[in-house]
């Protein structure tokens, strides 16, 4: 069997503009949290605890963070249209405070999440809780930056800077959006037109009448049989 190549054109790089299209994911992000803006539906926490130099971690995160200019991107309206916004890049801080008497590590977290407001960037926010000898990095971001894939790479590209190795400079996700944005759309257009033509299948699934949506979850703990 030979395998046939396929050519492909690299994404362009986008000129420097006051503002780029944001992608259809992201104007939905956009508007869900602008409809709901005390939600943190959509809030990525994490809690880490830290061993080592916690300002070589500061320091690292720093350089991971002003590679990528998600995280200096905030959100507005133009034109009846969501766009990105791009700001001059700042070290992010990272504030300690000590655990109070008979708090817990997990009280301050759930304390740290907080609303986003889209049009303030960074659209994230970090700080350090101790507890003695003990320290634990909390941070926060909104989904509309960041997804479990670009979680992975934050995290390889830290350690690969706090390991001493140097990285690749990104294409931003920028660059991605006014791609497609220019992108001629009018085959997928036809496609999808002639695959949803004609009288669609109904599918019924089990629902409950709520009056008010939530967010709110729950664990569920079980063990599989082998």
Known sequence: LVAQKE???????????????????QARFYSIQKAQPDSVAYNVPFCLKLEGNRSRMTTVFNQVFSSHEAFRTSFAIEKGQV??????????????????????????????????RMEEAPLLRACVVTKGENAWLLMDMHHIIIDGVSS??????????YNGKTIEA?????DYTLW?????????????????SGELPQILLPYENRNESSHLGALRKERLSP
């Open 180 to 196: 497609d944005a220019q992108r001629d759309k009018a085959a997928q257009k036809d496609f999808w037109e002639t695959a949803l």
């Open 7 to 25: 050519s492909y054109s690299p994404i362009p790089y986008a000129p420097q503009a006051e503002s780029y299209p944001a992608s259809p994911v």
């Open 170 to 174: 990104p294409r931003q996700y920028h």
């Open 83 to 116: 766009v990105q916004k791009l700001s001059p890049f700042v070290p992010l801080s990272f504030p300690e405070r000590e655990l109070d008497e008979g708090e817990r590590i997990e009280d301050a977290f759930r304390a740290f999440v907080r609303p986003f």
């Open 152 to 161: 992975r790479l934050i995290s390889q590209q830290f350690n690969a800077i």
